[in-house]
RNA sequence: GGAGGGGUCGCAUAGUGGUCUAGUGCGGCGGUCUUGAAAACCGCUAUGCCCGCAAGGGUAUCGUGGGUUCAAAUCCCACCCCCUCCGCCA
């Protein structure tokens, strides 16, 4: 959420954002200024009315009984009209934060402008492209031949995109996990187990409503399974005052990431690079307000993925996305794109994105500075590890010509001796 | 799911219709005193929004949302959360 003021005395930029962001249409900034100086105009008269009932009512406790009955009179009048112009106040409320949280933050000014992902510029590649003396087959014929992956029987239980890890893919996609969130723990992050289900505060909060809806399995009791452990993550501080010494605050968190992924029907049709659940270690970071702190911590969550696939000796590139590929609620993305030697390309494997005020306005997280001021702090968030997708990166850069795959090096402390998928 | 208890200022607690401008204690900040400190004493101690250059004023907030009333922390209704016990259960 931007700051109305902001809004009201930068009109021509935000419009600019919901354009470069390809958000036109879906909010009018025009007709929000016009509803807002409405609403402020009602407010400033509810609340004459409401001085003047408050003088009125405290006057009658204090006149004597016999002299009340003409006060109580006058007070009564006063309450019929607060009535209804409460009401509409109400209204007119409900229906200017209904289009403020659907105003998108405004990109960053190195962000590129673009429509779709065609406007994503490539800022470098990284690591050696694994080279085979056979033809590298794709995770899943590696998956299926090795009797790891079962999407089969997956889309027989679960529908389409549904899969089943077997043995030691299990081992495996849990390895990769684990290796995470050590990597991560030893970098001063606080783990967390998040909730897999929470309320739409949470969902709204982050920015995911009311943009995403769609995308998200909403269950019973007004709650919806997360897409990312970020939801949880970054609304643990909601409505909650930190102390400037306390940041930065970092998190990382894992959990099952659940993505109803509709209008991608035609992608990904085969192996388990797209599907509705799968697994997520996850970065959140809360500083101090300014642009700089947050574009520090936008590359210090960068490098550590980046660290990450290094250690797994993977090949990558980075990637700054455009206005027309980022969310609503993003100032600046990166994403990293890991190498997948059987499409002999880069799949999107990291997301990084900072967002400055806008997710902890919508959360109401601050912190008190140490001036004695109260501030917002800004957040970001970056995906660490993100499996199966990464899992088939794994095995795909690391099949050997039998069909076999060498677990990396950095995981084998975590595969209970297992060396090789065989 | 059933029965009971509870949610008040950072923390603890008082407050059953108007004097609540929410009291008191603790903590925190400032001051007096002191060589310094402690103790004692004095003062201050929330947030959002609106009006205003400012000083300041107004308004809302006692879990949340409704309602009754001229007037609600206080009465009524619904919901949420916490605690105790029972039932069920990984």
């Known amino acids: 959420m931007l700051d109305t003021k902001f809004i009201r005395e930068n009109p021509e930029i935000v419009k600019k954002a919901v354009k470069d962001k390809q958000l036109a249409g879906t909010v009018d900034i025009d007709e929000l200024l016009d509803v807002e100086s409405r609403y402020l105009d009602l407010l400033r008269k509810v609340e004459t009315k409401r001085a003047l009932k408050n003088e009125l009512s405290d006057g009658i406790s204090k006149v004597a009984p016999e002299a009340r009955e003409k006060l109580i009179s006058e007070a009564t009048q006063v309450k019929n009209d607060l009535t209804e112009l409460?009401?509409?106040?109400?209204?007119?409320?409900?229906?200017?934060?209904?289009?403020?949280?659907?105003?998108?933050?405004?990109?960053?000014?190195?962000?590129?402008?673009?429509?779709?992902?065609?406007?994503?510029?490539?800022?470098?590649?990284?690591?050696?492209?694994p080279t085979f003396d056979f033809e590298p087959k794709d995770h899943m014929d590696l998956g299926v031949g090795l009797d790891i992956i079962d999407t089969e029987r997956g889309t027989k239980i679960a529908g389409f995109r549904g899969y089943f890890l077997k043995n030691d893919g299990v081992l495996l996609h849990r390895a990769l996990m684990d290796y995470a969130l050590d990597l991560i723990r030893n970098k001063g992050f606080d783990i967390l187990e998040v909730p897999w289900m929470v309320n739409r505060d949470a969902?709204?909060?982050?920015?995911?409503?009311?943009?995403?809806?769609?995308?998200?399995y909403t269950v019973q009791d007004d709650l919806s399974l997360i897409g990312s452990a970020?939801?949880?993550?970054?609304?643990?501080?909601?409505?909650?005052?930190?102390?400037?010494?306390?940041?930065p605050v970092k998190l990382a968190g894992v959990s099952p990431c659940f993505r109803r992924e509709i209008g991608t029907y035609g992608k990904d049709m085969k192996g388990i690079l797209r599907t509705h659940q799968f697994t997520k270690?996850?970065?959140?970071?809360?500083?101090?307000?300014?642009?700089?702190?947050?574009?520090?911590?936008?590359?210090?969550?960068?490098?550590n993925a980046e660290e990450l696939l290094k250690q797994l000796g993977l090949s990558y590139r980075v990637m700054l996305m455009c206005t027309g590929d980022m969310g609503p609620g993003q100032r600046k993305k990166f994403d990293i794109e890991t190498w997948f030697p059987s499409q002999n390309t880069y799949r999107e494997t990291h997301s990084d994105s900072y967002f400055l005020d806008f997710q902890a306005r919508r959360l109401n997280i601050k912190y008190r500075a140490k001036d004695g001021s109260l501030k917002y702090v800004s957040t970001l968030n970056n995906t660490l590890a993100a499996s199966p997708r990464l899992m088939a990166a794994v095995m795909e850069n690391y099949q050997q010509k039998d069909?076999?795959?060498k677990v990396?090096?950095?995981l084998l402390p975590y595969m209970r001796g297992v060396k090789e998928l065989r």
Do not use: C, M
Not at 113 to 129: D, F, L, P, Q
Not at 283 to 301: F, I, K, Y
């Open 230 to 247: 970020e939801v949880s993550l970054t609304s643990y501080y909601a409505n909650e005052v930190l102390e400037e010494k306390d940041l």
């Open 86 to 129: 409460e009401s509409e106040l109400k209204i007119s409320k409900e229906s200017l934060d209904k289009l403020l949280l659907k105003v998108p933050n405004i990109p960053a000014n190195d962000v590129p402008y673009g429509e779709g992902e065609e406007g994503n510029e490539v800022i470098r590649e990284e690591g050696k492209k």
């Open 281 to 303: 270690v996850e970065q959140v970071v809360l500083v101090p307000e300014g642009e700089e702190v947050s574009r520090d911590w936008h590359e210090q969550l960068l490098r």
């Open 403 to 405: 069909g076999s795959i």
């Open 203 to 216: 969902f709204v909060g982050t920015g995911y409503f009311p943009w995403g809806e769609e995308d998200h």
């Open 408 to 410: 990396p090096d950095v």
